[in-house]
């Protein structure tokens, strides 16, 4: 399943999804691998780190262009199509897709060669506190498309004069040799949006925009997630050639002094971080998995959703979307130093990062933070550049959505003046017995001190390690005891303090991590243990604890 809705009517298409072959580069072994899947579900590659390659036979019916769509690769991928090399693409966690002209009738091969080593040439896969896993870990699709067809559409609400309005923006693309005019007519709610005579020259791409008032529909919001579905047809010669459906929501988002605001009114976020993992599927999490999560994580009140540390499965998104939970989705860069963003592809790697997570993500209402580079060199003044870059980045992209990044460089970072809500992290209680809100207020000082003056604040990470089942009354560390009372004294301060706009504990569930690298030694069963649930969404004693104070704080 590509996405939880029906988004063509008259575009064929074919979801790609089963068995293919595979088999690690080099070698003659030929098995067969699920996909969407990771190789390590597989008793021979628990561990493998390498190159190996997919493929897959496919049928095309008549004579016509084909797009293929990767919804995720680990880590980076090269596809060939009858042996002919047609896409490259680096970064597990963001969507790319690819156009074969005038592919003939009959049968055609498809090859994937998928990395996810580690090196210089990967400046955002590394040796982390999460797993990098290998292989097609997202569906894929194949279309059948016109020479012109709907690449992408954008709808940005707002409101004007007291009535809701929509900006739509719809960039089509021709992949034939002959410029050709176009008509396209969306469909929102009973109300039509026509743009004529479009024209669009060969091997070009053109966007264009119209904007329109929806008198009495419902605004969307947490209580009251209410989606609506954008029909947009593209008709050449008056025959409608070509279609895209999307969902929407109107809401708006801003910063109002020191409150984040849905559609005029603070919020006050309750949430988790949550990395794509499951015990026995890795970061190829299916449909029915991710809806455990989200209603375990709905049992407990949250609100919100960090999707740490890179975009997400757009299905989750799409969860989301239908169940009101407000996220912060950010880009693809964890705890790099300096050195980290000195690598030669770093600043490449993020900008298509970025460019890839909004344009594909743009129209989830759910979505309301743009984040970047969490917990990277803000302290120094290279890596304020990188940060000032990538912010200026999103404001091209997206206006209508305020930006954050979590810091953990506590009295040092030099960057809180660039985003529009200053974020940190802080573990009182777990790496250092300290006091709670005696740190708190050190930190609230700095913050506004150093550039966060009158910007909202989110506690973007909190919590402890606890390993489940583990249980002592002396309350030592890594007793689940010990988790709940440090998440309890955490939750309990930052809830109450007026300069705080949100919490995120850190994290929902435990995670794998990497063996490469130093971060196993500080990782008990090389898993981060701070979810409150274990990897296989068993919950731990701070469950009770987070269900409490969620519930009761309104």
Same mark, same amino acid.
């Given at each position: 399943?590509?996405?939880?809705?029906?988004?063509?009517?008259?575009?064929?298409?074919?979801?790609?999804?089963?068995?293919?072959?595979?088999?690690?580069?080099?070698?003659?072994?030929?098995?067969?691998?699920?996909?969407?899947?990771?190789?390590?579900?597989?008793?021979?590659?628990?561990?493998?780190?390498?190159?190996?390659?997919?493929?897959?036979?496919?049928? %095309?019916?008549?004579?016509?262009?084909?797009?293929?769509?990767?919804?995720?690769?680990?880590?980076?991928?090269?596809?060939?199509?009858?042996?002919?090399?047609?896409?490259?693409?680096?970064? +597990?966690?963001?969507?790319?897709?690819?156009?074969?002209?005038?592919?003939?009738?009959? &049968?055609?091969?498809?090859? @994937?060669?998928?990395?996810?080593?580690?090196?210089?040439?990967?400046?955002?896969?590394?040796?982390?506190?999460?797993?990098?896993?290998?292989?097609?870990?997202?569906?894929?699709?194949?279309?059948?498309?016109?020479?012109?067809?709907?690449?992408?559409?954008?709808?940005?609400?707002?409101?004007?004069?007291?009535?809701?309005?929509?900006?739509?923006?719809?960039?089509?693309?021709?992949?034939?040799?002959? +410029?050709?005019?176009?008509?396209?007519?969306?469909?929102?709610?009973?109300?039509?949006?026509?743009?004529?005579?479009?024209?669009?020259?060969?091997?070009?791409?053109?966007?264009?925009?119209?904007?329109?008032?929806?008198?009495?529909?419902?605004?969307?919001?947490?209580?009251?997630? $209410?989606?609506? &579905?954008?029909?947009?047809?593209?008709?050449?010669?008056?025959?409608?050639?070509?279609?895209?459906?999307?969902?929407?929501?109107?809401?708006?988002?801003?910063?109002?002094?020191?409150?984040?605001?849905?559609?005029?009114?603070?919020?006050?976020?309750?949430?988790?971080?949550?990395?794509?993992?499951?015990?026995?599927?890795?970061?190829?999490?299916?449909?029915?998995?991710? %809806?455990?999560?989200?209603?375990?994580?709905?049992?407990?009140?949250?609100?919100?959703?960090?999707?740490?540390?890179? *975009?997400?499965?757009?299905?989750?998104?799409?969860?989301?979307?239908?169940?009101?939970?407000? /996220?912060?989705?950010?880009?693809? +860069?964890?705890?790099? @130093?300096?050195?980290?963003?000195?690598?030669?592809?770093?600043?490449?790697?993020?900008?298509?990062?970025?460019?890839?997570?909004?344009?594909?993500?743009?129209?989830?209402?759910?979505?309301?933070?743009?984040?970047?580079?969490?917990?990277?060199?803000?302290?120094?003044?290279?890596?304020?550049?990188?940060?000032?870059?990538?912010?200026?980045?999103?404001?091209?992209?997206?206006?209508?959505?305020?930006?954050?990044?979590?810091?953990?460089?506590?009295?040092?970072?030099?960057?809180?003046?660039?985003?529009?809500? @200053?974020?940190?992290?802080?573990?009182?209680?777990?790496? $250092?017995?300290?006091?709670? $809100?005696?740190?708190?207020?050190?930190?609230?000082?700095?913050?506004?001190?150093?550039?966060?003056?009158?910007?909202?604040?989110? /506690?973007? &990470?909190?919590?402890?390690?606890?390993?489940?089942?583990?249980?002592?009354?002396?309350?030592?560390?890594?007793?689940?005891?010990?988790?709940?009372?440090?998440?309890?004294?955490?939750?309990?301060?930052?809830?109450?303090?007026?300069?705080?706009?949100?919490?995120?504990?850190?994290?929902? +569930?435990?995670?794998?991590?990497?063996?490469?690298?130093?971060?196993?030694?500080?990782?008990?069963?090389?898993?981060?243990?701070?979810?409150?649930?274990?990897?296989?969404?068993? *919950?731990?004693?701070?469950?009770?604890?987070?269900?409490?104070?969620?519930?009761?704080?309104?």
């Amino acid at each position: 399943m590509i996405r939880l809705f029906e988004q063509h009517y008259i575009r064929r298409y074919k979801e790609l999804d089963g068995m293919w072959d595979f088999s690690p580069e080099g070698k003659e072994a030929c098995y067969q691998m699920p996909v969407p899947g990771c190789w390590e579900q597989h008793p021979d590659f628990y561990t493998y780190r390498g190159r190996g390659i997919y493929s897959k036979k496919i049928y %095309v019916e008549d004579t016509s262009a084909v797009r293929l769509e990767f919804k995720g690769v680990s880590h980076t991928a090269d596809v060939y199509f009858d042996g002919e090399h047609v896409a490259h693409h680096y970064n +597990a966690f963001t969507p790319f897709s690819t156009v074969i002209k005038r592919v003939k009738k009959g &049968e055609h091969e498809i090859k @994937v060669l998928v990395d996810n080593s580690f090196g210089e040439h990967s400046a955002l896969h590394l040796p982390n506190d999460y797993y990098t896993y290998g292989g097609i870990t997202r569906p894929v699709s194949m279309e059948r498309i016109s020479d012109i067809y709907i690449k992408n559409i954008h709808f940005t609400p707002y409101m004007e004069d007291g009535i809701w309005a929509g900006q739509l923006e719809a960039t089509l693309h021709n992949c034939s040799d002959e +410029a050709a005019k176009v008509r396209l007519e969306s469909t929102l709610n009973g109300h039509k949006m026509i743009l004529d005579d479009i024209e669009v020259l060969g091997e070009t791409e053109v966007t264009v925009s119209i904007k329109q008032q929806f008198p009495n529909v419902t605004a969307w919001s947490n209580q009251n997630p $209410k989606l609506y &579905e954008l029909n947009t047809i593209l008709y050449r010669n008056e025959e409608p050639t070509d279609d895209l459906i999307e969902r929407v929501g109107f809401r708006t988002v801003k910063v109002e002094g020191k409150k984040i605001q849905v559609n005029g009114e603070a919020v006050f976020l309750k949430g988790f971080n949550r990395h794509e993992d499951y015990a026995v599927v890795g970061c190829a999490i299916p449909l029915q998995l991710m %809806v455990q999560d989200m209603d375990i994580m709905q049992d407990m009140g949250v609100n919100a959703l960090r999707t740490c540390h890179y *975009p997400n499965d757009e299905r989750f998104l799409d969860l989301c979307d239908e169940r009101g939970i407000l /996220v912060w989705e950010e880009n693809h +860069a964890r705890g790099l @130093v300096l050195e980290d963003m000195l690598n030669p592809n770093f600043d490449k790697q993020c900008e298509d990062c970025i460019r890839e997570m909004i344009e594909n993500h743009y129209n989830h209402p759910s979505i309301i933070i743009w984040g970047i580079l969490n917990e990277c060199a803000s302290e120094t003044e290279e890596g304020r550049e990188k940060y000032k870059r990538q912010y200026e980045q999103i404001k091209e992209l997206d206006v209508s959505r305020p930006t954050t990044s979590a810091t953990c460089r506590h009295l040092t970072d030099i960057c809180l003046d660039l985003p529009d809500i @200053v974020s940190f992290n802080m573990y009182s209680g777990w790496y $250092k017995d300290v006091p709670v $809100k005696e740190t708190n207020d050190e930190e609230i000082e700095w913050i506004k001190a150093s550039g966060g003056e009158g910007k909202p604040i989110i /506690v973007s &990470e909190l919590g402890a390690a606890a390993i489940y089942g583990y249980r002592d009354r002396s309350r030592c560390k890594w007793s689940e005891e010990r988790q709940s009372d440090i998440i309890e004294e955490n939750l309990m301060v930052y809830m109450n303090d007026e300069n705080i706009s949100g919490v995120f504990i850190w994290q929902f +569930a435990d995670c794998r991590v990497t063996e490469e690298g130093e971060w196993f030694t500080t990782r008990a069963r090389c898993h981060n243990n701070k979810g409150v649930v274990d990897e296989y969404r068993r *919950p731990k004693m701070a469950y009770d604890v987070v269900k409490k104070l969620f519930e009761a704080h309104r």
